[in-house]
């Protein structure tokens, strides 16, 4: 598993190292690299005496970005034996969810879905809505969706959380839709980073009268 940071300007190293017997007379040095075990993106320097941690500046940071830096830390004892640990790699990321494949499906919970563009919806005060397809580098963090009146051109319901990228369909509801008016839901993803997606979204017409029989 690797950890991840928006800019690869300053990076950290925190490490544990100890030789009860002859002590850290080598010292401990750290470099980074593209692969892991390689140094190709900063040399070694030395991790002052003592000190289980350091900071570096990355020459070029933006050029890093969307890469995975690996860390290598090396330390020698009082006999000149040294032991080399490499780090599972921080991601440089700070980019958005990409909502390019991603689809979103609206439709009444009392009747059979219309999934046409301009579908028909029988309720007038909730809605199904399911979504699939948002995907990242990074972790999803949430899901936002909100309703828009069409023709009024005003918010009806604006963005709510999910609650979490595990939910991908709920129940819309507790409202009072026109009938004959058309909506469109609209849907995002939300990264661990607080990125937003582009918006997918679905546009429908309310019909909740129910037809004439004579």
Known sequence: NFTFQ????????????????TGLAGGCFWCCGSVPGTCNLAAYIRVPDG???????????????????FSSVRCGN???LWTVKVSAGILIYNGTP????????????IVSPFLAKDAFVGNASALMLS??????????????IRLMDVGQSFVARDWLSVGGSKVQSLRFGDFSLG???????????????GKM???????FRVDAKPPKLT
């Open 6 to 21: 928006q800019s690869a300007h300053k990076l950290i190293i925190r490490f544990s190292a100890s030789d009860p017997e």
């Open 51 to 69: 000190a289980f941690w350091a900071t570096r500046l990355m020459h070029e940071p933006e050029k890093l970005s969307g890469s995975r830096i």
């Open 78 to 80: 009082g006999a000149g």
């Open 98 to 109: 990409d909502a390019s494949a991603a689809k979103l499906s609206v439709y009444s919970p």
């Open 131 to 144: 979504w699939w397809g948002f995907l990242d580098q990074v972790e999803l963090a949430d899901y936002q």
């Open 179 to 193: 009938t004959g008016r058309v909506y469109r839901v609209e849907v995002r993803a939300v990264n661990v980073l």
């Open 197 to 203: 997606s582009k918006t997918v979204a679905h546009e």
